[in-house]
């Protein structure tokens, strides 16, 4: 009998393959997809999302973050005198309702994109209070001006990579230490030998002196200020409290991890006037006076831990290698530059201590540090890190918690309040730059913005961090090629006869 049944009472026809040759083609095409690994059947799903092309542009607009942080809300600019809507924007119609922000990271071993922008950042706070911008008086280009470099003190030999030809050590030749090991090793060690910065006795050497020192170095570094603004009060024949009345000394200071996970200090210090970079330092505050003054400083200052029956009570200071240069605005014999400087600080930013071996994240147990991918010197320095932050005499230090960057607990970067300008107001500056493109300008008395922002996740799928990762590559290739082409334009041109 004939159905009656009309063509929406029957509802959609069936969606299989209706010949032998299609269905054995949708079998074939299923069990390549099956052979494929996860990460492409996910690259697969995100290429044929509808709103693919706005994610990309989105991942293109955070430089190829490694770990972005996604928001959800809206923003609203509004005329300040009449209340006219200048622009809005709402992430409904975004992909998945959200948007996707740099993570700002500083630490290149976890997302290179935002640890160049932080450099970047950087870069423009120094030299800004070496040549003057960015809200600093360009007069700082007169003041004087010096680059410094710290270092902790010895807690064991190590060894240490050589570039002359010479032995990692050899003197004392024959001798023994208590422990049966040999002071000498006759080996030249190239700079990327993982032998360097290991203690030729780990029996000898002293850990808990490491990480208490560690522990220590922002109050030693606050010591060494108070101790170099007393000293140039001495020098001048002033009273210490109103040294203020002539001078200010301002610093930038960036901490950094050497081969042996010892941190030392490179700080850029600058004397000025009372008011600060506006004005000129006296005429008796002269760059020598300055680099005597920072010398006796580091001999001089000094802190001590407090008592405690495992590690008795320790004196915490300097070591005595230190280093001092001027800085100049042009290349002089046996100065630095301010570009050079500013680059040079950089640099060290987006370092951590995973750069020196360590690890970059924290541990929370301490079968996490006996399974960590270090050398037996890192570890042997966590460790010593987890024990002695069990002992109520040196809770206040916090080791447990900073165990895994060897007991120091500082910020990378540390500046005085009027040496230039801050992170803060770098990104203020940025954001309000690219948030006026596309932007209709009010016409008098400025605007209003309303804005309503939610966390709503972070981070990629495989696929993404994939797609990410080839931006990333992208930005920084077209970004090479341009300084390149810099390069050749500013070289001088050679003629054919020249050739």
Not at 98 to 124: F, I, K, M, Q, W
Not at 144 to 170: E, I, N
Not at 410 to 433: C, D, I, P, W
Request: hydrophobic share 35%; glycine share 10%; proline share 5%.
């Amino acid at each position: 009998m004939t159905s009656t049944l009309t063509p929406h009472e029957r509802g959609p026809p069936l969606m299989y393959p209706a010949t032998d040759q299609a269905r054995r083609s949708a079998l074939n095409e299923a069990e390549r997809l099956r052979r494929l690994s996860s990460t492409d059947r996910d690259l697969i799903r995100l290429v044929h999302e509808p709103q693919f092309p706005r994610w990309l542009a989105q991942i293109k607009a955070t430089g190829g973050c490694a770990h972005p942080i996604y928001l959800s809300g809206q923003t609203t600019i509004r005329d300040a005198a009449d209340g006219t809507v200048l622009h809005h924007y709402d992430t409904a119609s975004e992909p998945g309702g959200r948007l996707a922000v740099r993570c700002r990271n500083r630490r290149r071993s976890r997302c290179e994109p935002c640890s160049r922008e932080h450099a970047g950042d950087t870069y423009h706070l120094v030299r800004s209070g070496l040549h003057g911008g960015k809200g600093v008086s360009e007069r700082v280009q007169l003041h004087p001006r010096l680059l410094l470099t710290l270092t902790a003190p010895s807690f064991g030999p190590v060894h240490k990579a050589t570039t002359d030809g010479r032995l990692c050590r050899s003197a004392n030749a024959g001798s023994n230490c208590d422990h049966g090991r040999s002071h000498t090793c006759h080996r030249r060690h190239e700079e990327g030998d993982p032998a360097v910065g290991q203690p030729l006795c780990p029996d000898c050497y002293d850990y808990p002196g490491h990480v208490l020192w560690h522990a220590h170095a922002g109050r030693l570094w606050t010591r060494f200020c108070h101790t170099a603004r007393r000293r140039l009060a001495t020098r001048a024949g002033i009273a210490q409290t109103r040294l203020g009345g002539h001078l200010t000394l301002s610093f930038a200071k960036v901490a950094e991890y050497q081969r042996r996970a010892a941190v030392h200090f490179h700080a850029v210090v600058r004397l000025d006037g009372p008011d600060g970079p506006s004005t000129p330092p006296p005429a008796w505050a002269t760059p020598e006076l300055l680099a005597e003054v920072l010398e006796d400083a580091a001999a001089a200052a000094h802190v001590r831990t407090a008592y405690s029956p495992a590690t008795g009570e320790r004196l915490i200071a300097f070591g005595p290698q230190m280093d001092v240069h001027a800085i100049s605005g042009t290349a002089l014999s046996g100065a630095v530059t301010d570009d050079a400087v500013a680059a040079y600080v950089a640099k060290y930013v987006s370092k951590s201590i995973g750069d020196a071996g360590g690890l970059d994240r924290r541990v929370t147990d301490r079968d996490s540090i006996e399974l960590a991918p270090v050398s037996a010197h890192i570890r042997a320095l966590m460790g010593t890190c987890w024990r002695l932050g069990a002992l109520p005499e040196l809770t206040c230090l916090n080791l447990r918690a900073w165990a895994h960057a060897l007991g120091f607990r500082g910020h990378v970067l540390t500046k005085s309040r009027r040496y230039s300008t801050t992170y803060g107001e770098l990104r203020t500056a940025r954001a309000e730059y690219r948030g006026s493109l596309g932007v209709v300008k009010a016409k008098e008395g400025g605007t209003l913005r309303e804005s309503f922002w939610r966390f709503v996740g972070s981070g990629h799928t495989a696929a993404e961090a994939e797609i990410a990762s080839g931006v990333a590559r992208h930005i920084e290739c077209a970004r090479q090629l341009e300084q390149q082409d810099r390069e050749l334009q500013r070289s001088p041109r050679v003629s054919g006869e020249d050739q």
